[in-house]
């Protein structure tokens, strides 16, 4: 179903609770690496190259997300931003939003995890994405649907990329996308502790291996 066929709503969809709900998820993702181990070995080159593609994700994704919020940041839900990044996916920042995800399942050194969590995070996003669109569609109208017509949802296209001459953004939400982008840079260490607990006994063996 296309955007422009959803009903119009007048409240913008709960970015608060969209926040929550995904570090929520975070977090029991972060413990179910308790009860998992990958199956390449620390040390070995499939887990090495496993871990160096998912901190160059990890860092694809806090790169784009800030990229992003210099177009949209202090106007999210206020004017219709169409340019940049926002001119090759009408979702950029959940699209590396849920790169990062993927990164952190390869950080992990598991296929599997990454495969599960870049899913998850894709359904999560294209329901708040389906939600925004609702009120987008109710306060622009015409000039939405005409933007969602020629603009991929989430995939971004960059043969469709246009940009402005000059471009204003916000100090305020640049700095608060740094510091959420710290929460995926973050996972590495934790992973790695993981696994140094688990290498020396100080951690419970796992019960379930992932590939």
């Given at each position: 179903?296309?955007?422009?066929?959803?009903?119009?709503?007048?409240?913008?969809?709960?970015?608060?609770?969209?926040?929550?709900?995904?570090?929520a998820a975070a977090v029991l993702a972060v413990l179910l690496l308790f009860?998992?181990?990958?199956?390449?070995?620390?040390?070995?080159?499939?887990?090495?190259?496993?871990?160096?593609?998912?901190?160059?994700?990890?860092?694809?994704?806090?790169?784009?997300?800030?990229?992003?919020?210099?177009?949209?940041?202090?106007?999210?839900?206020?004017?219709?931003?169409?340019?940049?990044?926002?001119?090759?996916?009408?979702?950029?920042?959940?699209?590396?939003?849920?790169?990062?995800?993927?990164?952190?399942?390869?950080?992990?050194?598991?296929?599997?995890?990454?495969?599960?969590?870049?899913?998850?995070?894709?359904?999560?996003?294209?329901?708040?994405?389906?939600?925004?669109?609702?009120?987008?569609?109710?306060?622009?109208?015409?000039?939405?649907?005409?933007?969602?017509?020629?603009?991929?949802?989430?995939?971004?296209?960059?043969?469709?990329?246009?940009?402005?001459?000059q471009l204003q953004f916000s100090p305020r939400a640049l700095k608060r996308?740094?510091?959420?982008?710290?929460?995926?840079?973050?996972?590495?260490?934790?992973?790695?502790?993981?696994?140094?607990?688990?290498?020396?006994?100080?951690?419970?063996?796992?019960?379930?291996?992932?590939?």
């Open positions: 179903m296309s955007y422009a066929s959803l009903k119009p709503v007048t409240e913008a969809f709960a970015q608060r609770k969209r926040l929550i709900f995904v570090r009860l998992t181990k990958p199956a390449l070995s620390e040390g070995s080159n499939g887990h090495e190259t496993l871990e160096f593609l998912g901190f160059c994700l990890v860092l694809a994704c806090v790169a784009g997300r800030l990229w992003s919020i210099l177009y949209v940041g202090g106007k999210k839900n206020e004017e219709l931003v169409s340019t940049g990044p926002f001119s090759i996916s009408q979702n950029p920042l959940y699209f590396f939003s849920t790169v990062g995800a993927v990164g952190i399942g390869l950080l992990y050194g598991s296929l599997v995890a990454a495969v599960a969590l870049g899913v998850v995070s894709f359904l999560i996003f294209r329901f708040t994405a389906r939600k925004e669109a609702e009120y987008l569609l109710g306060k622009f109208g015409p000039a939405y649907a005409a933007y969602i017509k020629a603009t991929p949802r989430f995939w971004p296209n960059p043969l469709l990329y246009r940009d402005d001459d996308t740094f510091f959420d982008g710290l929460y995926f840079l973050a996972i590495f260490p934790v992973i790695e502790l993981i696994e140094y607990f688990r290498h020396t006994g100080l951690l419970f063996p796992a019960f379930i291996t992932l590939y």
